[in-house]
């Protein structure tokens, strides 16, 4: 059963992934829509889910503990994955802006595209979907900080002109959106409807790009990548059981008791393919945008087989 719903999953974006590649094989598109596109997303579509998501936060004194234990080792996974990812780069001794999107990319998951639905399908009743929100904080909290630094310093960008881009459209939708929870804001219906559907647009905007930008390499030359099947096995497998090894451990040591979904969702969140995001971020910031795309397709295909294989780690350790 659970096979299936990720098998699911996947599915659907690989179908809006093929809608996006088919329509620019035929040149549907002129060559300046993607850049358009990016744009819509970047500043527009995402901003809004990132808004609308944080800011309908609905936390419950029973779960608070699991949500701390969730933020807690979410940071962890993610802090292991940038290690790995930047050992792993210097070890193949990739071209600078290639180095910096397989370090990003081993790093930030598809969490929301492919984790809200699966996670939402596995813990029915709203825990799996509370408990991959809390993990998408930390994700955020990171991807817009540390995950822009790395991409300006690749541009060799200075550290304080770095902090200057981390204002922009998603890091103060990240902070209002924060605040708006905080304060219990409620929007009027019309507003929030309208920026709640302009928002999760951005899925179906995402993957469309990815296929666009897929149309533009060598699918064949995509399974030749020698780095895409480390960074995948690294992403989607080793980590993933190293965390699940520090969680037990950390259990047993301690003696704490966490909602089994809650641990779940963190293993889970973790071994997510390589985040759709990140094509339109190297995009914009001039880095590898071809090989993030590559990460994107390879990546998803092969979790078919290793989102399966990680949940059965989870339920004999």
């Not at 699966?118 to 540390?146: K, M, N, Q």
Request: one cysteine or more; charged letters at 10%.
């Amino acid at each position: 059963m659970q096979n299936q719903i990720i098998l699911q999953q996947i599915s659907i974006l690989g179908i809006l992934t093929l809608i996006g590649y088919f329509s620019a094989k035929r040149n549907l598109f002129a060559d300046s829509f993607s850049i358009g596109l990016n744009k819509l997303i970047m500043k527009i579509t995402l901003p809004l889910m990132i808004f609308t998501s944080l800011s309908k936060f609905d936390f419950s004194i029973e779960v608070i503990k699991s949500s701390v234990f969730v933020l807690i080792f979410a940071f962890l996974s993610m802090f292991i994955l940038l290690l790995i990812g930047t050992i792993t780069g210097k070890i193949l001794k990739l071209p600078v802006h290639s180095y910096t999107v397989h370090r990003i990319h081993t790093t930030f998951g598809n969490i929301a595209f492919l984790g809200y639905p699966l996670l939402d399908s596995l813990f029915p009743g709203g825990s799996g979907l509370l408990y991959a929100v809390i993990y998408h904080i930390a994700v955020e909290a990171l991807l817009w900080t540390i995950g822009v630094i790395i991409f300006n310093r690749s541009n060799k960008i200075g550290f304080w002109d770095s902090l200057k881009h981390l204002l922009n459209p998603n890091t103060i939708a990240f902070v209002l959106g924060i605040i708006a929870f905080l304060i219990n804001l409620e929007l009027p219906y019309v507003i929030d409807k309208a920026m709640t559907g302009l928002g999760g647009t951005t899925i179906y905007l995402s993957m469309i790009y990815i296929g666009i930008m897929l149309s533009r390499i060598s699918i064949k030359g995509t399974f030749r990548e020698k780095q895409i099947y480390i960074l995948s096995f690294n992403k989607m497998i080793l980590v993933p059981f190293i965390l699940l090894m520090i969680i037990n451990l950390s259990q047993y040591l301690f003696g704490y008791n966490i909602d089994d979904a809650a641990k779940s969702v963190v293993i889970l969140q973790t071994a997510t393919p390589c985040m759709a995001t990140i094509v339109i971020m190297a995009a914009e910031f001039g880095s590898d945008s071809e090989l993030a795309a590559k990460n994107v397709f390879l990546t998803t295909l092969l979790s078919v087989f290793t989102l399966p294989l990680v949940y059965w780690f989870i339920t004999i350790f």
